[in-house]
């Protein structure tokens, strides 16, 4: 559980990364979808950063007692990759604004 709780926090931190690039502040929430919809419209959110809304229960569950069904390997394995897709994808876009921005200035 803490495995898939570490994905969703490094997902939500690579999205409030570009966000906080962008000069905006981010919302205050763990929600990853609120966070891709706090985006502006001109970042292009390909399908392996809008996946990442899965790792929103990891969030939740891991904050409050319950009874929680245990996390398979597979699932882990899958937590991961999605957040990895969301840290690449945030460095990428984020070097792409940098190197746009050197391109403006001339």
Known sequence: MNLCFQAQQAAEK????????????PVKTHNIVTLIKSLPQYISIPETVTNAAILND?????????????IESVEHENAVKIASDCIKWAVRTIKGL?????????
Do not use: F, H, S
């Open 14 to 25: 690579a999205l409030k990364a570009v966000i906080v690039y962008l000069n905006n502040e």
């Open 58 to 70: 990891y969030a939740v569950q891991t904050r409050y007692p319950g009874d929680y069904t245990p």
């Open 98 to 106: 940098e190197n746009k921005a050197r391109m403006e200035q001339g």
